[in-house]
């Protein structure tokens, strides 16, 4: 009796952990390196640039882990805008010279109390938004997944522009810390 019991929770477990939102969260998509790539993000964070004015960006924090077995960190840009005029009316750029900022991401990802590794970009350079920076440029420096399980991420994140180059006005998130839950075990 008591085993079939065990067997029965055990079964039901298993049929919650397995929602729609969980089931949706293992299915991959492919990355341009043909490798299957799995992608968990904070929710959207806005920052502004120095003084609290004249540029702004909303983005999120994510895991990324792929069909290789390597995680990295990724800052994902869902929009960014900058202001200017006596009247500060806020623009979006326009894929022109206003659009073009770099971009910085540098973070610390740990499993449970564990440190897996540390990450940084290179100041790397767009026009465009949305947009997506990887730690290192994709897999370069990488660390071998862990799979599922409960993950946070200390990151700073930089930006210069759009439009505005000068340091005055760069966007700087100071260190925060997101938690991420990994769901599926792909590794």
């Not at 799995?38 to 702004?56: H, K, L, N, R």
């Not at 990724?74 to 006596?86: E, K, L």
């Not at 740990?110 to 465009?128: A, I, M, N, Q, S």
């Amino acid at each position: 009796m008591t085993r079939v019991l065990s067997a029965i929770s055990v079964a039901l477990a298993l049929l919650v952990a397995a929602t729609p939102q969980a089931l949706a969260a293992c299915e991959g998509r492919a990355a341009a390196d043909g490798t299957t790539e799995w992608e968990y993000c904070s929710p959207a964070m806005e920052f502004y640039g120095a003084g609290g004015e004249w540029t702004w960006v909303k983005m999120r924090a994510c895991l990324v882990t792929n069909g290789d077995g390597k995680l990295w960190v990724r800052a994902r840009v869902d929009d960014t805008q900058w202001a200017r005029g006596v009247f500060k009316t806020w623009y979006r750029p326009s894929g022109t010279k206003e659009g073009i900022h770099t971009y910085r991401l540098t973070a610390t990802v740990y499993l449970g109390k564990t440190r897996l590794g540390d990450f940084d970009t290179y100041p790397y350079g767009v026009d465009t938004t949305p947009t997506t920076v990887n730690s290192g440029g994709s897999t370069l420096y990488s660390v071998p997944a862990k799979g599922r399980g409960d993950y946070s991420v200390v990151f700073q994140f930089q930006q210069d522009g759009p439009y505005w180059t000068e340091k005055t006005y760069q966007i700087n998130s100071g260190e925060r810390s997101v938690a991420l839950r990994m769901p599926c075990p792909h590794v």
